[in-house]
C-alpha cells in the first residue's frame, strides 16, 4: 500500500505542472529565412521512430539495453516530429505520461489485490485492471495525437516563418527615420 501512495503523490504532483506546461504559451522557434520545416519528414520522424521502436520491443531483443532503447523509442517517438520543429513537451506526450502512471498504478492495485500469499478465497476487485486499460487507452491516445499533429505543427511553424516585420534603420544626409520592412 506505501508504494500505491507513492505513485499517488506522484500523479497528484505531475497533474498540476502537467497543466501548467500545457497553459504557458510556449516561444516558438522561427526558422531563419529559406530554411523551412517538411511537413512530411514531422510526419515521417513521429511514424518512423515510434514504429523502429515498437518494432525493438516486440522482437524482444535479450539484451536489456536493446529493449530499453525500444521502450524509450516508443514513448519518445510520437513527439519526434514536434521536437523536430522545436516543441519539446507536447500534449501527447504528457496523455501518455500519465497514460504509463495510470497503467503502473491499475497493475500494482490488481497485484495487491490477491497477492500470492492472500487466504483462499480471495475475490478480485475490478478496480485495478480498468485503471489499467483506461492507462493503455491514455498512452495510444496520446501517442496517435502527437502523430496527427506533428504535420500541423511543421505547417504553423512555416506561416510564422513566412510573415515578419522588422524595423531597419535609414540614414541620409540631413535626415533619419526607420523604415518598416515586412515578409507576408
Avoid: K
Avoid at 505520461?97 to 483462499?120: E, N
Avoid at 516585420?165 to 544626409?173: E, N, W
Amino acid at each position: 500500500m506505501t508504494r500505491l501512495a507513492v505513485v499517488a503523490a506522484l500523479a497528484t504532483l505531475a497533474i498540476p505542472a502537467l497543466a501548467r506546461a500545457q497553459s504557458a504559451p510556449a516561444a516558438e522557434p522561427a526558422p531563419t529565412t529559406g530554411d523551412r520545416y517538411s511537413e512530411g519528414t514531422a510526419l515521417a520522424l513521429s511514424l518512423g521512430v515510434t514504429a523502429a521502436g515498437v518494432a525493438t520491443v516486440a522482437v524482444r531483443p535479450d539484451n536489456d539495453v536493446l529493449m530499453t532503447a525500444g521502450l524509450m523509442m516508443a514513448y519518445v517517438g510520437p513527439s519526434a516530429g514536434h521536437l523536430y520543429t522545436g516543441e519539446l513537451f507536447t500534449r501527447g506526450l504528457g496523455v501518455r505520461t500519465l497514460g504509463v502512471v495510470a497503467t503502473l498504478t491499475g497493475a500494482m492495485i490488481a497485484f495487491s489485490d490477491c497477492g500470492l500469499f492472500a487466504p483462499q478465497p480471495c475475490e478480485e476487485s475490478p478496480v485495478g485492471p480498468t485503471i489499467a486499460v483506461l492507462g493503455v487507452a491514455a498512452y495510444a491516445a496520446g501517442t496517435i495525437d502527437d502523430i496527427l499533429t506533428a504535420p500541423g505543427r511543421a505547417a504553423r511553424m512555416n506561416r510564422a516563418a513566412a510573415t515578419r516585420v522588422t524595423l531597419a534603420p535609414q540614414l541620409a544626409p540631413g535626415r533619419a527615420g526607420v523604415a518598416v520592412v515586412g515578409t507576408f
